[in-house]
Nanobody, 129 residues
Framework: QVQLVESGGGLVQPGASLRLSCAAEGRTISSLSMGWFRQAPGKERDFVAHIRYSAALFPARTYYADSVKGRFTISRDSAKNTILLQMDSLKPEDTAVYYC??????????????????WGQGTQVTVSS
């Protein structure tokens, strides 16, 4: 069993930055595939970013949704067993509840929510002037 705890959300103005954190308990992140998803009011839950550590490849492999590529960066803090999502140049359309997700080992499709086994409680990100 894995527990995920997100933090770092808040209300910011367009163009500002936020950094989200996802702390994993129960397994080390080196044994997990981890991702971020987001869900805006009245919308479906969308893929944001994914990271998978590999001892044979450093840095870790990462994937991003086209809508955030170049603005968001997913990374890991191994000492804290935590996944980070650095969000820069935030736009109003980034407003959503952001969820951390994890799967044991690899996933078939990093962008598919069905491939993840564990989910955090979500953290609200609001971008508004």
């Amino acid at each position: 069993q894995v527990q995920l705890v997100e933090s770092g959300g808040g209300l910011v103005q367009p163009g500002a930055s936020l950094r989200l954190s996802c702390a994993a308990e129960g397994r080390t992140i080196s044994s997990l595939s981890m991702g971020w998803f987001r869900q805006a009011p009245g919308k479906e839950r969308d893929f944001v970013a994914h990271i998978r550590y590999s001892a044979a490849l450093f840095p870790a492999r990462t994937y991003y949704a086209d809508s955030v590529k170049g603005r968001f960066t997913i990374s890991r803090d191994s000492a804290k067993n935590t996944i980070l999502l650095q969000m820069d140049s935030l736009k109003p359309e980034d407003t959503a509840v952001y969820y951390c997700a994890a799967a044991v080992g690899n996933v078939r499709a990093p962008m598919s929510s069905r491939d993840y086994d564990y989910w955090g409680q979500g953290t609200q990100v609001t971008v508004s002037s």
